[in-house]
């Protein structure tokens, strides 16, 4: 019984080890500069994930707001902006859904995949077909030991 409860176990843990749920530091694939950080949900099968912090200088009054986005998007605040919505489990990288750049306000087809050590994230974003897309690579960070506000 102690056999089967700890297979089960490892299942478990194995089932979970490549998600990409958590917070990521969101990299610039120009720059090479962090950006800020994005919180990865997923609801009902589908990942979204949404801007909990960014990780470079503003003044406490300065409210980002995406100027370049269409529809319910346009000028609403960057930070607690979602994304990231609707990537499906799709063998080993979740796809079908699309990515935002609150940057140029344009909305990207898209995939994610995480690194087998579970730490970095490669978050793809293309025009019409993958081939000519971009990838930014995300690392991980835990926000229990790290000393970001999460809430802000």
């Keep these: 019984m102690k056999k089967v409860l700890m297979l089960i176990v490892v299942m478990i843990?194995?089932?979970?080890?490549?998600?990409?749920?958590?917070?990521?530091?969101?990299?610039?694939?120009r720059t090479h500069q962090a950006r800020g950080i994005v919180q990865i949900t997923?609801?009902?099968?589908?990942?979204?994930?949404?801007?909990?912090?960014?990780l470079f200088h503003l003044n406490?009054?300065?409210?980002?707001v995406c100027k370049?986005?269409?529809?319910?998007?346009?000028?609403?605040?960057?930070?607690?902006?979602?994304?990231?919505?609707?990537?499906?489990?799709?063998?080993?990288?979740?796809?079908?859904?699309?990515?935002?750049?609150?940057?140029?306000?344009?909305?990207?087809?898209g995939s994610l995949r995480v690194s087998r050590n579970n730490q970095v994230l490669a978050v793809h974003a293309y025009e019409g077909i993958p081939l000519f897309?971009?990838?930014q690579y995300w690392q991980r960070v835990n926000p229990i030991i790290s000393n970001y506000k999460w809430d802000e």
């Design 13 to 29: 843990n194995i089932s979970y080890a490549n998600s990409p749920i958590g917070y990521w530091k969101t990299i610039d694939d």
């Design 60 to 64: 406490k009054d300065v409210v980002l």
């Design 68 to 109: 370049k986005c269409s529809g319910d998007q346009h000028n609403k605040p960057v930070l607690g902006m979602r994304v990231i919505t609707g990537m499906k489990l799709d063998h080993n990288k979740w796809d079908g859904g699309n990515i935002l750049d609150p940057e140029n306000g344009k909305q990207y087809r």
């Design 42 to 54: 997923e609801s009902h099968g589908e990942l979204q994930g949404k801007i909990v912090k960014f």
């Design 133 to 135: 897309g971009r990838t």
